[in-house]
């Protein structure tokens, strides 16, 4: 057996939701949304299928797919795309990463990696050979640690991972911050991966800026999207990627070996999707905050201490006050089986080879109804 991939324990999202379903807890653990995405996707996807759009589509995606990423790169972020050679669908950006990663990746190279980071990058560079170098943000800020990035950066670094908004900090990068990364990029003749999944996420007056669309850094940086997050369709799994062209060249050779294609249906789907006014996304983003803003009332309430959140579907609490003494982990347990919330514990974003992961705090995913947040927050008055 595979070493790596035996040692690997079943994914904390899978783990906290069968938790949450055995106690008939409120799920805001694994972050999906509770309500269908937009009603003229589901049309388009279904129109699809009745169409006889149901044979292998073009590897690197449906032209229209293609020509809808593109359009959205240039209307968000001002980056002009060459639809047909620098757009690569993928099944989700789950598949996207690790695509990605090996379009760059040789044994031994080196990777520089954001902590708390997302439970797939870990894995699979190791699986890839990769020598990751690890640059940990300090809560409750995560602010950028400068000194330290720039000392992780080496010769043999091949690429950075960034993810912004950032999941499970909620931490979006600043211009300022994107500027410094850029730099060492640029210094060291590296790449970046830019997990953008919850690009169309972020909270006044924060604001995503992709690190692609900064000076020198268009033929540096590939960037991934997701449908997933932005029509909230979880389960579709279709992601993008945007990348110049040798590059994409690159990660859909990758995308040959893993999935070949992705349901010609929902990527006619997506593509109205990406396609929707302006107006749809600001709205989307606007219940997200005003999601955000009524858990981190009911947070505080109960007793928690609440860390800033300025964009994705995730708050950290700290569970500090509380006076719990076991960690995270079993105070999520414990949440979900006596409290009747389930949540993740933030140390499941950590190495868990490394020392001094932090034990005090806990992720609420608030991409939920209002309704189920209200509940859930009465539910968590009862948590101390
Ligand atoms: N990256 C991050 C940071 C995520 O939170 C997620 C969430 N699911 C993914 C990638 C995977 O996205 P997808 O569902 O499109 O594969
Ligand atoms: N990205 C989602 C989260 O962070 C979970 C995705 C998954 O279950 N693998 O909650």
Redesign the pocket.
Known sequence: ANAMLSGLPT?I??VM?ALAVEHDAINL????PDTEGPADLVEAAAGALRDGRNQYPPLAGLPELQGAVARSNARFYGITVEPAREVVVTCGA?EAITASLMALVNRGDEVVVFEPL???YLPVLRLLGAVVRTVRLAPPRWDLPRAELAAAFTPRTKAILLNTPM??TGKVFTRDELEFIAGLVAKHDAYAVCDEVYEHLTFAPARHLPLMALPGMRERCIRIGSAGKSFSM?GWKVGYVTAPAPLAALVAKAHQLLTFTVAPNLQRAVAVGLDKDTAYFERLAESMRSARDGLAKGLLRAGFDVLPCDGS??LIADITPLGFAGGDVAFCQQMTRRVGVAA?PVSAFYDDTGADIPGRYVRF?FCKKAGVISQAVQRLQGVR
């Open positions: 994914t999202f899978s939701s653990g694994q972050g999906f789950t997302y439970d797939t999941n499970p979880t579907y995730f993740i995913a």
